[in-house]
């Protein structure tokens, strides 16, 4: 009894879903059939994770890469990129990565935003402030014009709005000054004109004789009758001035009568005045003096000074100018008074008290003096003093404008809290934005490339002739793929489901045939396909079956070609609900018992099951063969083509062929074909005969054949008998062939005609 060949997974069993203590035996390909709903995607569950598996002495799981194609591989692997219709990214990594990327990128989104948003703001925010510090800027500038020009020698650097402004923040130390002092020290420390000034001299009020002669009436004490007389008619200081006045030029007459004096008038006049009276006189008389002479000191004194000024302190001057006046107004009435008391002597006067105003004169004379000290010392020492004045200036300037200063510093502290709250945000907006780009920039390095196994599909569909469109990988995003309409030349905006999956495959055909990686090491694979051709047309299920029967071709241990030379496809299995896709891929599959093995999946009651489908050989009972569980009458019309000899015979079968494998299964009208054949392909059909006519003969067995497909509403069972007598089966089989092959179905056809492929 033969038997079957144990690959690398010798045992499945399976506990899950609806298998309930359930197993079967695979060997190296394993065809596995079964209606949807009865368990296939349970069993290619239990094969992806390697559970409950039997594996073939001295292997383990870790020997083999699991790839398996299901309805998780498409959406793990083919990921749309973006929104983008008809452009993708290929490979499961990639999908990963993509998924990533288009999380990460909606971030930047929102961290651009953010940063365009907090931007915005503070770009307001700031315009704000600009415009409060001009408004600043100005209001200090104009303000201050006239002293500033007046001290511009200590403004340097601080000639323009702005630089003036920033020195007015930073004084940190206003003081107030006298503005014409300060002028002149600027003056005196930056003019090469300023010279030093000597200072004034003062008065000393200690030098006025004080004297109480002035309040005291004086008066003579002679008892003689002339004596008596003067001071009856009180004529007693004037009989005293006229004696002084003009005795000595009288010549012994009265001055005033000219009559003749007596002889004694001189004694009687010494006698009205007694020595009392003459000694207070004497005193009086010296005291004027001294008190003149003083006065005229202190005058000389006060008045030199106005000779030579410093001329930075004219107000000072004009004051002291002013008292000076006071002075000598005060002092000449005291002359006049002191006049008066020596005309009259009994009269008791008082003088005016210069103590005050010499007093006053002197604090002003101090005050000026204090003034030309500093310009002395700066004139002497220029470069030491200069530092000096420019500060005093900005302290000056800082106090002058100290409202404005901390007005501005008020408002500007507010809309600086806001601008700091913004620049906090704009800069961890762009922290983020940074982030997330090198993150995008760091997931695109771990993209596969995988633009080899793209090459590889588009020569794959180039050589099984398929037309509906090819990929391309997107200008300027490596391993990012469009998908070209190949009649359009335009990227494909619908993408169908069935087109969806057929890419998936194609690119997990190129998985099996190979690696991502050029100088990665082919390893030993276990291959599971489950429903490959889902959602599919005709046109990809036809190349998704030759694929599938590449895979089977590498996978078997007898089949070793220039194309497969090693069977690193340890072990096949497919699951599938089609029918046809089963027959396609398990034609002429039944023979190799040994390494071929035939399972259906059935469910009954909810109970799923895997039985194997084998049965006795007719002629030899004792030998196990395979059993197809899906026969139809399609296979045998190809067993009856190769065999049958009778023209009426052979175009009944070729009609039946055709019908049922365009029309019914690939889908097109008996109108497609006959236009594609008879006009696109014309000329292949028509002869060019050695005389130069032509041969219409294989054009007219085309159009006989296919007048068939559009006249005729039977299918494989009518039975329908054409008798044409005149046919050439030879030419029959050969124009049959024909139109496969510019169907793009020769693959089929060789196929169905057991020819190696």
Not at 54 to 60: A, E, I, M, N
Not at 369 to 380: G, M, P
Not at 691 to 712: F, N, P, R, V
Request: proline share 3%; charged share 25%.
């Amino acid at each position: 009894m033969n038997e079957k060949l144990q690959s690398a997974i010798t045992k499945v069993s399976l506990n899950q879903a609806t298998f309930h203590d359930k197993s079967f035996t695979p060997s190296y390909i394993n065809f596995l059939f079964g209606n949807n709903g009865c368990g296939k995607s349970t069993v290619a569950k239990v094969l992806k994770e390697k559970t409950d598996l039997q594996w073939d002495s001295g292997h383990t799981a870790d020997d083999y890469l699991m790839l398996v194609y299901n309805e998780e591989f498409i959406q793990k692997n083919i990921a749309s990129y973006g929104d983008m219709p008809g452009v993708f990214t290929i490979s499961e990594q990639n999908a990963q990565v993509q998924k990533q990327i288009e999380d990460a990128t909606a971030n930047l989104g929102v961290a651009q935003s953010a940063f365009s948003d907090a931007s915005t703001k503070l770009g307001e925010q700031e315009g704000l402030l600009k415009k409060q510090y001009e408004t600043f800027q100005n209001i200090c500038w104009e303000k201050t014009k006239d002293f500033r020009k007046a001290v511009e020698a200590a403004l340097a650097g601080k000639k323009t709005k702005d630089g003036f402004a920033k020195a007015l923040l930073q004084e940190t130390s206003p003081k107030n000054f006298d503005e014409v002092s300060l002028i002149a020290m600027v003056e005196a420390a930056f003019s090469n004109d300023a010279t030093t000034y000597p200072e004034m001299y003062k008065g000393d009020a200690s030098t006025l004789p004080t004297s109480s002669i002035l309040s005291k009436k004086i008066m003579s004490s002679s008892d003689s009758p002339f004596a008596n007389f003067m001071r009856a008619i009180n004529a007693t200081d004037w009989v005293r001035q006229g004696h002084e006045e003009y005795h000595t030029s009288a010549d012994g007459k009265c001055p005033y009568c000219q009559r003749d004096l007596p002889e004694n008038f001189e004694e009687e006049i010494a006698r009205c005045f007694d020595r009392e009276y003459e000694a207070d006189l004497s005193t009086l008389k010296s005291y004027k003096a001294n008190y003149g002479n003083a006065i005229n000191n202190m005058w000389r004194t006060y008045n030199s000074n106005l000779n030579n000024a410093y001329p930075k302190i004219k107000d000072e001057l004009a004051a002291y100018a002013k008292l000076f006046e006071t002075f000598k107004a005060k002092a000449e009435v005291n002359a006049q008074r002191f006049n008066e008391k020596i005309a009259h002597p009994d009269l008791v006067i008082e003088i005016e008290d210069l103590t005050s105003i010499i007093k006053e004169l002197n604090d002003i004379i101090d005050a000026m003096n204090e003034k030309i000290r500093e310009n002395n010392d700066i004139v002497n020492d220029r470069t030491k003093k200069q530092p000096q004045c420019k500060a005093d200036v900005m302290h000056y300037l800082a106090f002058v404008l100290s409202d404005e200063i901390q007005k501005y510093r008020d408002s500007r502290s507010d809309l600086q809290k806001e601008i700091d709250k913004l620049t906090t945000e704009k800069n961890t907006a762009n922290s983020n934005v940074k982030a997330l780009r090198k993150t995008i920039s760091d997931l695109r390095k771990n993209v596969v490339n995988t633009s080899a196994a793209v090459e590889g599909i588009n020569t794959l569909l180039a050589d099984t002739g398929f037309q509906g469109f090819f990929l391309r990988e997107k200008e300027d995003t490596p391993n990012v793929y469009e998908v070209i309409r190949t009649e359009t030349g335009k990227v494909a905006e619908n993408l169908s489901e069935g087109e969806r999956n057929f890419i998936a495959f194609l690119y997990f055909h190129q998985l099996v045939l190979g690696s991502l990686e050029a100088d990665s090491v082919v390893r030993d694979k276990i291959v599971v396909i489950d429903d490959p051709v889902s959602s599919m047309d005709s046109s990809t299920l036809f190349v998704v079956g030759a694929l599938v029967r590449d895979m089977i071709a590498i996978c078997n241990p007898d089949y070793v070609t220039k194309e497969h030379p090693k069977d690193y496809i340890k072990q096949l299995f497919i699951l599938t609900h089609n029918a046809f896709f089963h027959q396609e891929v398990t034609y002429n599959q039944e023979q190799h018992y040994r390494f071929v093995s035939f399972f259906e999946i059935v469910k009954i009651d909810n109970s799923s099951d895997v039985i194997p489908c084998i049965q006795k050989n007719r002629e030899t009972p004792s030998i196990i063969e395979n059993r197809n569980p899906i026969q139809n009458s399609y296979a045998a019309l190809w067993d009856t083509y190769k065999e049958v000899s009778s023209p009426n015979t052979l175009v009944n079968v070729i009609r039946q062929i055709l019908d049922y494998y365009f029309l019914q299964l690939c889908g097109y009208s008996g109108v497609d074909i006959k236009d594609i054949i008879l006009k696109q392909h014309r000329k292949d059909f028509v002869k060019k005969l050695p005389d130069g006519t032509e041969d219409y003969s294989d054009l007219h067995m085309a159009s006989s054949l296919l007048q068939y497909l559009c006249t005729s509403n039977d299918r494989i069972s009518d039975g329908l008998n054409f008798i044409h007598a005149s046919i050439d089966t030879d030419s029959c089989r050969r124009i049959f062939e024909s139109i496969f092959r510019h169907m793009g179905q020769g693959q089929h056809f060789d196929m169905m005609m057991n020819r190696r492929l």
